[in-house]
């Protein structure tokens, strides 16, 4: 859900600021902060850091509120209108480019966050189009996959052979092979022996996560940049999305191939409320999901069930390759208590907080240290990260790439899904993304 755009309250945030409809309202006093969040998993331990600051800032008091995800947003948006805003919020990499257009959030240069202080290109990836920061790194993630170790096991997949997979778009490799293997129709034939049914499969071998908007982060996104493909021409800030590529449109006529050929679960499976892919896996109706880090803990907890992870499979570059995201903290531009907003935020990305938050085990803070106390974590409770861990340390082997970061991403995302979902769904050509693309660039050239 991280990955999850609101496109029509964005919209409506831009009409209205445009239009000079913003008005004032009730906030923080002058000893409150208020912080708000999404993640009802982290917020023990940010209530924790908050206990933690006050005591070294007597006077100053932080007020935690914990929204649902649509929610959340569908707030923060009014707020922004309104005058309602909190004085620092949790910020999405695809959500920072909009509101810094349109002014709705404070710099950060005088917080003190450095570069070299957390895991590499989480703080760079808040850097505005002016030069300006308007995040300080929060967490990370990568994507892994997930996988039924007793189905694996069943197989005949040893957990060293789904750590070393590899693929390409003509045949799909190895990756392909195993995907097909942990598929089996209603009469019990697998994906790739003789008779397979792919009209009536019983469990499918990859779980379906939708698909995938313009981002594809827990879709298409390790295999196209294994392929050596980027969203824009630069890293951040591009102005021409690429989605017209050749190796772009071959990596997805792979990929959505799969479905064709009945070994990742249809479109019609997939639904963002009740059906995703970690629901799928839980109900046994897949063997395997690529899967972000944020879902470690509810992988784990599938009754029954044994779930194991594996790396990213090799690309035709030679290397691996996941998305790493990063969240953010950020100051609203009409804040009611900035000066205690900005120590807050300092003492969120500092270690005093990050390892706190570590070592609830339930996220990968920003900073190394943090990062280490959540490993311990898991490792405590008896999960093996490695999987999300091994990316990050070992930059030889495996890319990490960031979200697309340019304007206008909500109006991205309101092309690019109905194209993804006619070409995954209804079967049209990848080719019909060249039109799509089009259409994002003359967006973006405006």
Known sequence: MRMRTLVAATGALALSLVSGCAQGGTGSSADTVTYWLWDANQLPAYQACAKGFEQENPGLHVEITQLGWSDYWTKLTAGFIAGTQPDVFTDHIQKFGQFADLQVLEPLDDVGIKDADYQPGLAANWIGQDGH?????????????????????????????????????????????????????????????????????????????????????????????????????????????????????????????????????????????????????????????????????????????????????????????????????????????????????????SDKCQTVVGRAGVVFPATPAGTEAAIAAYEKKGIDVSAFTEPVADQKDFRTFSFPITNYAADVTALMTPAMEDIYGNGKSVSTLDSTNDQINLVLSQ
Not at 222 to 249: I, L, N, P, V
């Open 133 to 349: 920061r308007y995040g300080a790194p929060k967490d990370w993630d990568t994507v892994a996959l997930f996988y039924n170790d007793k189905m694996a096991k069943d197989a005949g997949l040893t957990a060293e052979q789904l750590g070393s997979l590899a693929w390409n778009p003509e045949d799909g490799g190895t990756f392909e092979k195993a995907i097909a293997h942990l598929t089996v129709d209603n009469k019990g034939r697998r994906g790739d022996e003789p008779g397979f049914d792919k009209n009536n499969v019983k469990v499918y071998g990859l779980a379906s996560n939708g698909g995938g908007m313009g981002d594809g982060q827990t879709q298409w996104s390790s295999f196209a940049a294994s392929a050596g493909w980027s969203y824009t021409e630069k890293a951040r800030w591009g102005t021409e999305y690429q989605y017209d590529s050749k190796t772009f449109q071959s990596v997805i006529d792979w990929y959505f191939g799969l479905a064709k050929k009945g070994y990742m679960a249809p479109l019609s499976d997939y639904n963002i409320q009740s059906n995703q892919a970690n629901t799928q896996v839980a109900a046994g109706k897949a063997a395997a999901a690529l899967d972000g880090a944020w879902m470690i803990s509810a992988y784990d907890g599938f009754k029954g069930l044994d779930i194991k992870t594996a790396v990213t499979p090799v690309g035709p570059t030679g290397k691996r390759a996941t998305m790493m995201n990063g969240l953010a903290d950020s100051i609203t531009k009409d804040a009611k208590n900035k000066a205690g907003a900005r120590k807050w935020v300092a003492y969120l990305a």
